[in-house]
């Protein structure tokens, strides 16, 4: 007699594999856990010398969304393109598609380890940045709540986008490059947009891990207006949508030849 499955089991019997199988992976380990936590300790330095009480922030204020922003670009895009690359290449990916998986549950399924350890760094970071940087309770939670969400499901769609160009688990440290550098630099992980030219800074809130950022900081200030709030939500959803579209279209199953 055939046991009957669901989505919902076949998601947690692939999270629960790719769980173990990142738990033996130590460069990966270290890669998405320890890089994330140690980054925003390198950071305290540039931000003390930035004026960024002109702007209406804090050292914590600044801190405290990077810490995000690092968890979700090196925790788990950089991460994630890695274990993506390394499925297809191993073709554990097109063996579990002769099964019951469906593609966006294979997809899911071997996201949600890595996207459940991008949450517990954040609520981590936010706990440190909380004690050690003098951060107060944030005025709208939920934004900072929908800023954190937005960006594990984007990162982990735009993973996929990026995984469908990488050769080998090797090339993956350089096709990761450029979505991470533009984010750290232009998206106010490193640099508030508030410090930018407003020409400048307004090509940048475009950016896919602006919103992110945006409404992380605006739910600890409670400045944000429900106008840019809209906006940072709509070009989230928008980044999402076209990285899910583009996995759909250009995704690979099968190791690049």
Known sequence: MSTVTTPASRLGALARAEFTLLSRSRAT?????LVPLALPFTL????????VQEVGLSVGLVLLPASIGFALLFGVYSALVGIYTARREELVLKRLRTGELRDVEI???TALPIGATGLTQSLVLVA??????DVPAPHAPQLAVAGLLLGLVMCAALAAVTAA????VESAQVTTLPFVLISMTLSGVTVPLEMLPD?????CELLPMSPVITLVRGGW????????????VGTALAWTVLAVFAVRRWFRWEPRR
């Open 29 to 33: 380990l270290v890669a998405a856990v």
């Open 44 to 51: 305290r330095s540039v931000v003390d010398d930035m004026d």
């Open 107 to 109: 997809l899911c399924g």
């Open 128 to 133: 440190a940045s909380t004690a050690l940087l």
């Open 165 to 168: 160009v990488t050769r080998t």
């Open 199 to 203: 020409w400048l800074a307004s090509m």
């Open 221 to 232: 200030t409670g400045t944000l207006s429900t106008h840019d709030t809209l906006g940072a």
